[in-house]
Every structure is written in C-alpha cells, then in structure tokens.
Nanobody, 121 residues
Framework: QVQLVEAGGGLVQAGGSLRLSCAAS??????MGWFRQTPGKEREFVAA????????VYADSVKGRFTISRDTAKNTVYLQMNSLKPEDTALYYC????????????????WGQGTQVTVSS
C-alpha cells in the first residue's frame, strides 16, 4: 500500500501560479499524476509522469500552462501551475500506479486525499 500526501493548494488570482507537491510513503517504480474534480462533475485527468520521469502526458486544457515533474530521491511529484484560470478551480488529487502512465490515466492504483485550488477572477 502507498500513501500519497498532497500539499500546496490555496487561493490565487487569475493569471497567478501555484505549485502542488505529492509525497509517496514508499519508494517504487510508480507512474504518478494529478487529477481534479469540481462539485457535480466527474474527476478528470490533468497530468502524468512515468516512474523514470522521461515521459509526461497532459490534458489538452492544461498543456502549455502546467508542468509535471518528479524527484525520485524524495518520492515526490510536483505540478507547477502557471497562468491559472478560474476554470482551474478544483480539488486536485495525486495518483500513483504500478504500471504505465496510460494505466494511471485509465485507473490509478492509489489516490491521495486531495488539495483545494481556488482561482479568483
């Protein structure tokens, strides 16, 4: 079992930036990523990174604005969010999968508890 703990959410004005982090409780060759959810909507994929860090995947809605990265030594993944928009407001969840980024996007093995991001207009 892997526990994921997110940090870095908060309130920011439109056009601003935030960096989310997610620490995994144990070392492993996990693909990791981020999803988000707003009330009344399904959880949606945001970004993923392979366990090597060499492969990344992004949702079209965040391409060019968000960057996912990882520090393998710290078992931590980051999501740098720039040029934030009010529509980015959501509860952001960290996820991990023992397989590939494709498998993570489809159905992650592990989830964090979520961190709230609110973007004001």
């Amino acid at each position: 079992q892997v526990q994921l703990v997110e940090a870095g959410g908060g309130l920011v004005q439109a056009g601003g930036s935030l960096r989310l982090s997610c620490a995994a409780s144990r070392t492993g060759s996990y693909a990791m990523g981020w999803f988000r959810q707003t009330p009344g909507k399904e959880r949606e994929f945001v970004a993923a990174i392979s366990w090597t860090g060499f492969a990344t995947v992004y949702a079209d809605s965040v391409k060019g604005r968000f960057t996912i990265s990882r520090d393998t030594a710290k078992n931590t993944v980051y999501l740098q969010m720039n040029s934030l928009k009010p529509e980015d407001t959501a509860l952001y969840y960290c996820a991990a999968d023992r397989g590939t980024t494709r498998e993570l996007v489809a159905d992650p093995d592990y989830w964090g508890q979520g961190t709230q991001v609110t973007v004001s207009s």
